[in-house]
């Protein structure tokens, strides 16, 4: 029998192998349980789990050798639980169990993620007598760290006699795994203590616990005792310069690199990731080009992630050219990684139809390409476009997860589409979706509907509030001009010491602005200061803005003088302060000195610096920058037209306001007759107003001023007949005058 055993091992291809199989069956030596055992392992080895099988049951009696081989190879073949079935068909035939079975067998529980049958099988264990063997302890060590029972894992680690470097690493990686990375480094002072001395895979678990850190001092650290014990080759480097790459140290990662002596695909793989995480694109397009000079070939990783070093540049050449590799390397296109990464290059290269030809090449079924396209369309603005994909899907079947209905959602409140957003809420109702995400989606579509009282219900329905649930109902109150009810919800945050972020107090400071809360607005400023909170461009802008708003123009020009960079709304906040309380010149020497940096007024600056020229009563600067929008490469709209036909008319020139109007490329509406309207009361112009009356009473609106103004005038020229018909208008449509209010 002895001369079948190096004939199994050697065997190469499975029809030589069943040949053998078939010559054992004719000479009657498949009984002989070395020879059978053997031969199980090595179908199993070919991947011939059925000739196994066959083997195994071809055996009259099988001992327990043969079914611990058995159970290791399905164990191997990721099927835990067929594994899991073959131990208990094993126990029931009574079969006495060695201490072989229990490491294949508490894999497969943890593969299978069943903790209910670990334990009995830990049962077992004791009461066999067999909790002191150190391989089944260690096993057990593994079973209860990869399903995350950490105390259960900790227990047993503590109760082992002897502690070897597999116990000590298993132990280490069940913390860094579950994210308790701080006690992973615990158990490693305290192996370092007891003299264990780390292999390599424990130090793969502490290079990624400092990378997912951040932690530099400590990263160093590891790479320091690395060094030390000759590690740095193989699979440890690579993820040291990945570690490093996620710490944000580029050119230790670098230097890494080039002391890597077998750079091979995984090393010139991690670096280029190193490259993209710190958004250093054409880095990592320069590496892969020095992969492929020095003959390294790049796998299915490398190209996805050189895929996204493209869509970060939007390089479309380049990433069609990683495109073509992929089909010339005939990869499966319908990887669950490879169909979003290509959508998602070709959506940042502005070639959506591409998109869609990768969609119907992956086929239907990966929900994430479908997601990753509808997003893609709302990112970019292309909100319908996002909804006929979402709609697309389901008609194809995929039903949408939390991702897809949230982009969706947020697609409907952005376009205003609430008839579909109702359809979708229904479906999140009837397939009972908690999911918090889904339901802040919920609260900011309906507020951006303005059904604001609909999203504060729903608000207060979700159990488990996070800050981007806060945030989007306090953005929902105050883009509706509910900015009293922001600003208590921003005080509810705050007396119960809830998480804030820069989001909710930018909200805060905007709804301070809209009430002209100077004393509020202060005191949100200091608890930013307090938080923590770094200030950027959007604060500091909002910040300029309230305090120009709430009239502290001082505190306004320091805070922008403060500002490291300023973009274009910045400018046009402060120009719009100045603006509003009269002063031309300091607004006229922003906007050059906006000039001057390089920054580009648009259609907002225009209108800022515009109505501070008609706070101030100034027709000729007015005309000046009206006259040079074009130069700038913005055209008028209907606001500048108005802004324009309010300053002429207030200083006068009412036929050069009409003829104004006239000159308006589209039609005018209530805001432009109304700005003439104005400028004809103030300068008792009746016989104009007598000649554009029937313009104005055309007017489609909501907005009771231009009304209750012409009803004043006539009621200021004795005129009570034209006046009484005018109020009983309004009465009959059912618009009502608006209260007038001050901020300041």
């Known amino acids: 029998m002895t001369l079948y055993m190096p004939l199994f091992r050697s065997c190469n291809n499975l029809r030589t192998l069943t040949q053998l199989h078939a010559h054992l069956l004719v000479t009657g030596l498949h009984n002989d349980p070395p020879a059978s055992t053997r031969l199980i392992e090595s179908y199993a080895e070919m991947g011939s789990l059925q000739s196994s099988r066959l083997a195994f049951e071809t055996f009259r ?89 950490l105390d259960d894992a900790r227990k047993v680690f503590d109760q082992m006699p002897n502690r070897d470097i597999v116990s000590w690493s298993s132990v280490i990686a069940s913390y860094v795994d579950h994210g308790e990375i701080g006690e992973g480094f615990k158990m490693f002072h305290l192996m370092v203590r007891e003299g264990a001395e780390p292999d390599f895979v424990t130090m793969l678990s502490l290079a990624e616990a400092c990378g997912e850190l951040s932690f530099l001092r400590l990263a160093k650290s590891v790479h320091g005792h690395a060094l030390r014990r000759k590690m740095i080759d193989g699979p440890l480097g690579n993820s040291l310069i990945s570690m490093y790459g996620k710490c944000g140290d580029l050119l ?4 890494l690199l080039v002391k890597v002596k077998k750079r091979c695909t995984t090393s010139w793989t991690a670096m ?88 119907h090449a992956i086929g239907e ?53 609430l008839q579909l957003g109702l359809q979708i809420h229904g479906h999140v109702t009837k397939r009972d979706y ?159 000195q906006m000039l001057d940096s390089g920054i580009k007024p648009n259609e907002v600056t225009f209108m800022n610096i515009l109505w501070a020229c008609s706070h101030s009563g100034s027709v000729e600067e007015g005309k000046f920058y009206f006259n040079a929008m074009r130069n700038f490469g913005v055209e008028p709209n209907l606001e500048h037209y108005a802004c324009m036909v309010d300053l002429l008319s207030r200083r006068g020139d009412i036929e050069g306001a009409y003829k104004m109007i006239h000159s308006v490329p589209f039609p005018a509406d209530a805001s432009i007759w109304g700005a003439l309207l104005n400028g004809c009361r103030i300068h008792k112009r009746i016989d104009v107003i007598k000649m554009i009356e029937k313009d104005i009473l055309d007017i489609s609106t909501g907005d009771t001023g231009y009304f209750t103004l012409l009803s004043n005038i006539y009621a200021e020229e004795g005129n009570w007949d034209k006046s009484g018909k005018l109020r009983s208008v309004m009465d009959v449509t059912g618009l009502k005058k608006v209260p007038g209010f001050s901020t300041i």
């Open 434 to 592: 908690s999911d918090e995400f889904v339901q802040s989606s919920l609260v900011d579509m309906y507020s951006k509907c303005g059904f604001v009282n609909l999203a504060y219900l729903i608000f207060k329905r979700i159990q488990q509030k996070s800050v981007v649930t806060w945030n989007s109902m306090i953005c929902g109150f105050s883009q509706n001009g509910n900015s009293v009810e922001a600003i208590n919800l921003f005080h509810q945050m705050y007396v119960n010491c809830l998480e804030m972020d820069e989001v909710t107090l930018l909200t805060a400071i905007q709804a301070c602005s809209n009430l002209g809360q100077l004393e509020k607005g202060k005191w949100v400023h200091h608890k930013l200061i307090c938080y923590g909170i770094r200030k950027d461009i959007y604060i500091d802008t909002a910040l300029t803005d309230m305090y120009a708003k709430c009239g502290d123009l001082q505190t306004a020009q320091r805070v922008f003088d403060s500002m490291l960079e300023r973009n274009v709304v910045s400018w046009s906040a402060m120009i719009a302060g100045y603006g509003m309380h009269g002063q031309l010149n300091a607004a006229s020497c922003l906007f050059k």
């Open 365 to 417: 079924r990966n929900i994430v390409s479908w997601n990753i396209l509808i997003s893609e369309y709302a990112q970019k603005g292309m909100l319908k476009e996002a909804l006929d994909i979402f709609v697309q899907m389901q008609a194809q079947g995929r039903m949408p997860d939390s991702y897809s209905l949230a982009s969706s959602l947020s697609a409907c409140g952005n376009v205003g589409l």
């Open 61 to 149: 009696k099988p001992d327990s050798f043969m079914w611990a081989v058995l159970i290791k190879c399905y164990m191997w073949n990721n099927l835990f639980e067929e594994s899991i079935s073959l131990y208990h068909k094993m126990l029931c035939k009574q079969v006495q169990i060695n201490n072989f079975i229990y490491p294949s067998v508490l894999r497969a529980c943890s593969g299978f993620g069943d903790l209910g049958i670990g334990e009995k099988v830990h049962g077992r264990i004791i009461k066999c007598g067999s909790e002191n063997d150190n391989v089944t302890q260690t096993s057990l060590l593994c079973m209860y760290g990869e399903i995350g029972c």
């Open 272 to 359: 280029i990731s190193c490259y993209n995480r710190s958004r250093c694109f054409l880095k990592a397009l320069e590496s892969f080009v020095k992969m492929l000079e020095v003959k390294v070939e790049p796998n299915l990783v490398t190209l996805i992630t050189i895929l996204g070093s493209c869509a970060g540049l939007a390089c479309l050449r380049e990433g069609k050219s990683v495109h073509c590799q992929i089909i010339k390397k005939d990869i499966e296109p319908k990887s669950d990684y490879l169909g979003p990464a290509l959508i998602e290059f070709y959506a940042e290269c502005g070639k959506i139809s591409e998109c869609r030809k990768v969609l």
């Open 252 to 255: 230790s990662a670098e230097k």
